[in-house]
């Protein structure tokens, strides 16, 4: 399994983490490192962002429930 194919199974900080070194090393590392980083970057990219979307949802579910409760609570 390449590390592409790895992408989605694994956590988000290693994503994170994963993102930041490819990032580095596209910009830092010798050739090798930047041609297998502008590989990883695209996808790396796109799951920190798809990622990202998902928690701010969860996120604004929780406080809308939250809100709902409180205002049940306050009407009772």
């Known amino acids: 399994m390449t590390l ?6 694994l956590s988000d900080e290693e994503v994170i983490n994963l993102l930041a070194n490819a ?3 596209a910009e830092h590392g010798e050739a090798k490192q930047q041609a297998a980083a502008a590989e990883l970057l695209p996808a790396l990219q796109a799951e920190a ?5 998902a928690r ?3 996120a604004k579910a929780k406080r809308a429930a939250t809100r ?9």
């Not at 592409?4 to 199974?9: D, Q």
Request: no cysteine.
């Open 56 to 58: 701010l949802e969860r």
């Open 49 to 53: 962002d798809a990622r990202k979307e």
């Open 68 to 76: 709902s409760t409180n205002h049940r609570k306050a009407a009772a």
């Open 23 to 25: 990032q580095r090393l």
């Open 4 to 9: 592409l194919e790895r992408i989605p199974t």
